[in-house]
Structures are given as C-alpha cells and as structure tokens.
C-alpha cells in the first residue's frame, strides 16, 4: 500500500546520499528518490510504525506475565511501578506447585492433550480416506452430516454432554475429559479436501501390485499428505490444551483438573494483591509450551486456523 | 476405481489383450464381481469410518435433541425427579428481566468485539500488505494470541486491568487519574472482556483480511495507481469493495465465535456481573448456584437458534457466490 516508489527509480542513476528535496525538479513527485526525507517518512509511517504499534501492543502484556512471575509480592504491591523483578527467582513457580497441584494439571493437561489429539488425528485421517477412496452408497451425505457437524457449536451441547458422561461414571475422569471431543468433524474435513486433491494414478498402481486399503493409506496417502496431517494435529492439540468450558464442568477434584481449569482455582485460592506473581507464574506454565510450539511451526497453524476463508 | 484393472482370477487372456477383454464379457459376470467387491469396500468403509461417525452422532448430533427435550422439564440439575412443563422456560425467560438483560449483553458484546476487532484487523492488514521488511514476523506476532490459552490471556490482562498494581492504575495515576473500577462496575467489566477479546481475535481477523488483500488484481491496482488515485482513494472505492467476500466471511466467523465466547467471560468475570451472554447465562444457570438445567437448556436452544440462523446465511451467500462467479 505504502512506499510504491523505490521500483520507480533504477537504483545507480540516484545516489544513496540523497540531499533533502530540493535539488529535485518541480515536476518530478517528491517520492521517486527513495531515500528522500518525505519518503523514509513516508515507510516509517505507513510500514514499520503500525507494525511495531501492533506487534509491542501484542508482546508487552506477555513479556510483563513473565517478568512478573517472578516478583516478589512486596514488588507487586506497591504504588510505583517495578518493571524488572530483583532477582530471577522461580519463588513464585514453588508457591504455586505447593498451593494447588499443579505438576498433576500438567500431567493431566499434558495426557489429554497427547491421547486425545493422537486418536482425533487417526480418526480423522480412517473416515477421510474412507470418503474419498472408498466406495460406499451414501458418502454424499455423511460428508454433508460431517459439514453440518462443524457448524454446531460444542458450547450449546455442554448440559447434555455432562449428562450423558456424568450417567456413564466420566465425572472426574481423564477419558471424561478426553471422551465426547474425539468426534473430529473439522480434520475430516481438512483431510477429505486434501485428499481429493491427490493424483489417482498412485493410488491405481498400488492397487494393481495387490495391496490392500490399509496399506495403500498407511504406505502412499500418509506419506504424501504429511503437511495436511501436521495442520490437522497442530491445531488439535492448540485446541484440546486450551480447551477450557468442557473439563470446568466434568472436573470438581483436583486429581483430574487439567492446567486451565487448576488455574482458576489457583485464581479462587488468591484473593489479594500478593496473589498475582503467583498468578503469573500459572499463567506462564499455560501460554508458554503453546508459544513455543506456533514459534516452531506457525505456518501450519494458522493455514489450519484460517482455512475456508480462502475457499468461503 | 477402475474396476477393469483390478486382479481377475477369472480371466486367463494373455497380458497384451487383458485390457480390452472386459468389454467383451457377459454382463452378469461382470455385475458378480462388482458386487463382491462393493459388498468388500461397504465393510471397508464402515469399519474406517465408523468409529468417528458414531462419536459425532452421539456427542454432537443427539445432545441438540436432548437440549430441546431438557428445555421442556422443570428440572434441577442432580435431582432424579424432573417434571415436562412444555414451553413454560422459554416463556420464563422472555417475559422475565433476564431476557432483556442478557440478550442486550449479548447484542454488545457481539458488536464490539465483531466490530473491533474486524476494523482494527483491517488496519493491521493493511500495514503488514506494506512492502517493508519484518511484515512475516508481525503477521505471526499479532496472529499469536489467538492461539493461547484464554485462561491465561484473561489471567494476564486482569492483572494489567487490577484498580489497585495493575500497569494500567499505574499509568492512570501518571496522568493524575483514577483508575476505574474494572472488576465492581457491571458496566467497565463488560468494556474490559471486550477490550481483551478483541486483543486476543484480531490477529485471525488480520491475517484473513491479509489473505484477502494479496489476492486483489495487482495490475488493476497499479493502473488505478498510475492514473493518479491515491492509496487512501485507492483503498476505499477498490479495495474495499473488492474485499467484500473476506469481510463477510469475517463478519459470520467472528460473529459465531463471539456468540460462543465463554474462557474469558469466565476468568475475568466469574459472576457474570454485566457481562452475562448468552452462553454465560446458560453455564451459570445449570452449573452456577441454581442448578436450574431446564433453564439452561432453553436458554441453550435460543443461542443454537440464533447461531444456526447466522450459518443458514453463510451458507446462502455461498450458494449464491458460487452460482455467479
């Protein structure tokens, strides 16, 4: 949008050492030198500027979570502002490992994450496979029932769902938690639309050496489609350790709360000020591994996040 | 697929003319062999598809029809007794406080947050389409929050937001002002969930409009540039049309996931003191102090209506784009 000018001027017929405008004819905008004042202004303006804007407004609340997990209260409640803590002392992660236990949310967080995203991933890559590979009278309309089924909202299902697992003696379980989210509408989807886009032929000549639906999916279709299958398990497992309303309800013990739900019994545990390193330290244990993993692989995760507004 | 190229034990013909062979065979054995080899793939398909299939019917598809069931009972969540009252919570919702109370919330919430964060979205779009150096790593950055934990988020800003050490009363008293009670007043509380969901969403809606603007006609722009328009004229009577699609897929997106917001409204606002959604509503009254499930469940079936009226539109405009383009 800004700053179109620099293709405008060869770069050796102006020198780099541009002087302030005025050498430059009347007629001639002001913009073709690239190194002009008006148009430095210009990109910094229009470019970095908004971009540093929204990147600080972006990162300064985070950085100050990790700064202050490890204040000390006596740092936190007071009227001046302390920016760094005194000393990078993980007090605050002690308080908060021995207030609540928070090495069990972790492990709790940590299973349901692993087992759940693993069986969602597979479901979704057998019902994909089955729907573009197989022959079957009514695919049609399953894949309609499938679509339908991503647009229902799991947030207005919640009061029958306890219901149902509750009646099934899923209350303060792990396979309550991890139970009525393994249906995977959105990786079925994902991974039928990949699939369809892969050539038959390879599929053909597999089938002529005699080998079978498993093998052809497990020796030829997972291993072409392997940036679709990390899309679809990246953003499963973003999904399943954020998840938050679903284990709130089916969890009241401890034992089996996963790090979100613990949280907010670290929340409920600390009333006053001095509570917030603490806090910090909590949410730090919450929103760091998931950075760390969009740090790593973002790519894949926001084309998964994103998908259909390219198509829609 | 090709059914003429699968294995025939049946057929002994020489390689070279094995492939025009089957044209010239009966009918019925063909038909035999078709259908042991369907029967094949019904129970090939089953068996993959199956176990998923079931999970979404049992855990989507019959909780819809058993909400519309619990919203008829009079009910108290745990008791072993419950008694069908018809419509009766519906009618207690509609005609009581609460429904103006909590559809208005919901009005708010969904306009500010939709609005915010699709217009500031649009603008940090607009900066990261600059051709300037470091645009790939903005796009991540601002795109980070949508991906964390909205448990930790709200931790975070309620910190920032906290009257007492919060960084904002603190920069608030810089300026000699007095920070505004965030957390007691109904009404601020409502103003910070909003700020923090906008905070956290806009990096989706930024990368979508992104998305959007790369795929714009470059030459159309450039020759509108090059008859002089301006990048502002440039940008309201081009792009912005142009971009019609992107932002009505945003609008029904974010409108759907702000209906459905509940992380934040939860840790930030735990009593719901102002900032009450609908789905707020429908949690506090099965799994709050009431218990009342019949309730919740009415109240759920209302957002369903709602968000399914919404999708129903989404649907319809696709069609409709399909259909012309």
């Known amino acids: 949008m800004s700053a179109p000018a620099p293709a405008v001027v060869p770069d050796g017929s102006t020198p780099g050492s541009s002087t302030p405008d005025s050498s430059t004819p009347d007629a001639a905008p002001p913009r073709a030198r690239p190194f002009s004042r008006a148009n430095l202004l210009q990109t910094l303006v229009g470019g970095y500027v908004p971009l540093a804007v929204a990147v600080l407004v972006v990162f300064l609340p985070l950085l100050w979570m990790v700064l202050s997990s490890f204040k000390q209260p006596g740092e936190i409640v007071t009227l001046d502002l302390q920016v760094l803590p005194a000393a990078l002392d993980p007090e605050n992660y002690r308080v908060a490992m021995t207030t609540v236990p928070f090495g069990q949310f972790f492990l709790n967080s940590t299973i349901v994450t692993v087992v759940g995203s693993g069986i969602k991933v597979i479901l979704a890559l057998l019902t994909a496979y089955a729907l573009v590979f197989v022959r079957f009278p009514f695919k049609n309309l399953i894949f309609i029932l499938i679509l339908v089924a991503l647009m229902v909202p799991a947030q207005v299902s919640i009061l029958p769902n306890y219901i149902l697992i509750a009646g099934m003696g899923g209350k303060n379980t792990l396979w309550g938690i991890i139970l009525p989210g393994l249906g995977t509408a959105f990786g079925t989807f994902l991974l039928r639309q990949h699939f369809l886009t892969l050539p038959g032929s390879i599929l053909e000549s597999a089938e002529i050496d005699g080998a079978g639906h498993w093998r052809r999916l497990w020796q030829i279709v997972v291993p072409v489609s392997v940036p679709s299958i990390a899309t679809v398990a990246l953003v499963t497992v973003v999904s399943e350790w954020n998840e938050y309303i679903w284990p709130l309800i089916i969890t009241d013990k401890p034992e089996s709360m996963t790090l979100p739900v613990g949280l907010t019994l670290l929340q409920n545990s600390e009333g006053n000020g001095a509570g917030w390193g603490i806090m910090m330290a909590g949410a730090v244990l919450v929103i760091i591994p998931i950075l760390l993993i969009f740090a790593m692989l973002q790519r894949y995760i926001v084309a998964g996040l994103t998908q259909g507004s390219v198509t829609g | ?325």
């Open chain 2, 1 to 325: 697929m090709t059914p003429q190229l699968t294995a025939k034990p049946g057929t002994s013909a020489p390689a070279a003319t094995g492939r025009t062979m089957p044209q010239s065979r009966p009918v019925p054995q063909n038909r035999k062999r078709w259908s042991t080899r369907s029967l094949r793939d019904f129970v090939v398909f089953l068996a993959l598809a199956l176990p998923n299939l079931l999970l979404i019917a049992v855990f989507t598809y019959l909780p819809l029809i058993n909400n519309i069931y619990y919203s008829t009972l009079n009910w108290t969540l745990g008791s072993a007794s419950a008694a069908v009252v018809g419509l009766e919570n519906y009618v207690t919702f509609f005609t009581s406080a609460d429904a103006g109370r909590v559809l208005r919330t919901t009005a708010v919430f969904t306009a500010a947050t939709v609005g915010g964060s699709m217009v500031l979205g649009l603008l940090i779009a607009l900066a990261l389409n600059s051709k300037v150096r470091g645009t790939t790593f903005a796009r991540s950055a601002v795109f980070a929050p949508y991906v964390l934990s909205g448990v930790g988020v709200g931790l975070v800003w309620l910190f920032i937001f906290d009257p007492g050490y919060g960084v904002l009363a603190w920069i608030l008293r810089g300026v000699g002002q007095q920070s505004p009670q965030w957390i007691n007043d109904p009404q601020l509380s409502l103003v910070m969930v909003i700020i923090v969901y906008v905070w956290k969403n806009l990096g989706y809606c930024a990368v979508v409009f992104l998305a959007g603007l790369q795929s714009l006609p470059q030459d159309v722009m450039e020759a509108a540039s090059l008859d002089g328009a301006g990048s502002f004229r440039r940008f309201v009577s081009m792009s912005l049309p142009l971009l019609s699609p992107t932002t009505f897929f945003l609008l029904i997106t974010t409108m759907l996931s702000s209906l459905q917001a509940f992380d934040l409204i939860r840790i930030m606002t735990p009593l719901g003191a102002g900032t009450s959604t609908l789905i707020y509503e429908a949690y506090l009254q099965a799994f709050g102090a009431y218990n009342r499930a019949g309730y919740s469940a009415a109240i759920s079936v209302v957002l369903f209506v709602i968000l399914l009226v919404i999708t129903v539109l989404q649907l319809r405009f696709i069609e409709k784009k399909v259909h012309y383009s």
